[in-house]
């Protein structure tokens, strides 16, 4: 987006929403093998939220991608917020990465998992603290209406998947407990 590259920008977002719809498909799936097996799976009401949870985490980065997309690249680098929107979204993939790792672990090592699981907190809690430093950084440096809005958006939206991410953390924990 900085480079200016609007073809690549709109092939990224295009991307982004066949992953988003894919998300979507294996929610439903997810939904119609648990409503197969339900009365055998003690947790099924858990899974299954966590299940929604991540749709909405897809619903997330649709949004961030769509707005990031209206953004200016000039605004980004006078007002310095590449850099802070770099490291925000670094931080919610490593968080996103770190749920997979957990997922993995649940078969093989319940205790790992609970271990990587607790891991996305402490990366929840940095986002959280870059997301207080950018937005109001923000505020003082974007003086452009639209585009403060946007990117107040963008922030909260990360902020707001990561908290996503800390809810599916936590319920792979109460499940890693079960098991």
């Known amino acids: 987006m900085v480079k200016k590259d609007k073809a690549g920008i709109k092939s990224a977002f295009e991307h982004i929403s066949t992953i988003e719809d894919e998300v979507e498909d294996l929610r439903r799936k997810i939904t119609r093998e648990v409503a197969e097996v339900g009365g055998l799976i003690m947790n099924r009401e858990n899974l299954l939220n966590t299940a929604y949870t991540m749709d909405e ?35 919610v993939v490593d968080e996103v ?5 957990v997922i993995r672990s649940l078969n093989t090592n319940t205790g ?17 603290i870059k997301y207080r430093d950018a937005e109001i950084k923000i505020l003082n440096e974007v003086s452009n209406t639209k585009e403060l809005l946007l990117l107040k958006d ?22 890693a407990l079960s098991l």
């Open 97 to 101: 990465y770190k749920l997979n790792e």
């Open 57 to 91: 985490i897809a619903g997330y980065i649709t949004g961030i991608a769509f707005k990031l997309s209206n953004v200016k690249p000039i605004t980004l680098k006078n007002s310095g917020m590449d850099k802070e929107l770099t490291k925000l979204i670094e931080l």
């Open 154 to 175: 963008v922030i909260e939206g990360i902020e707001e998947m990561a908290d996503k991410c800390q809810r599916v953390s936590d319920s792979f924990i109460m499940l």
């Open 112 to 128: 790992n998992s609970i271990d990587l699981a607790q891991e996305t907190q402490a990366i929840e809690r940095e986002i959280d």
